[in-house]
């Protein structure tokens, strides 16, 4: 049996007081697949070493995928002052729920997503 390549992103959630949660994402041949989300705290997240993930590529949620457990959401914006990941809702207006930066969305397909500190 094949050992699967999997890491731990983290993401906040805007609409739950920037609430950190961490996102499983396994590799696939030609994308990171999205497999599983929880809540985690921040001291948790760094001792894990959580907030040192850097993995780039094109991200796709899975079937099972469940999403923000705050929000629900499945869709997530990648900021590009701070390669981190906050949940999406379709607005066209949006701020990272990181670094506060503020603008327009965009899709994008490949990126590089950071945990970096928090």
């Given amino acids: ?5 999997a890491h731990i992103v983290l993401a906040r959630c805007p609409q739950c007081n920037r609430r950190l949660y961490g996102i499983r994402v ?10 599983w989300a929880f809540p985690i705290d921040e001291s948790k997240a760094k001792s894990e070493g959580y907030d040192e993930t850097v993995l780039n590529g094109t991200f796709h949620p899975s079937p099972d ?4 457990p705050f929000c629900g ?4 914006l990648h900021c590009p002052r701070c390669s981190k ?5 379709g607005e066209s207006y949006a701020t990272c729920a990181w670094c506060g ?13 950071k945990a970096g500190s928090m």
């Fill in 85 to 89: 990941i906050t949940c999406y809702h």
């Fill in 65 to 68: 995928y469940n999403g923000c």
């Fill in 73 to 76: 959401t499945k869709t997530f």
């Fill in 26 to 35: 396994e590799k696939q041949p030609d994308h990171w697949a999205l497999t």
């Fill in 1 to 5: 049996m094949a050992i699967k390549e």
């Fill in 101 to 113: 930066l503020s603008g327009e969305t965009k899709t994008q397909n490949n990126m590089s997503l």
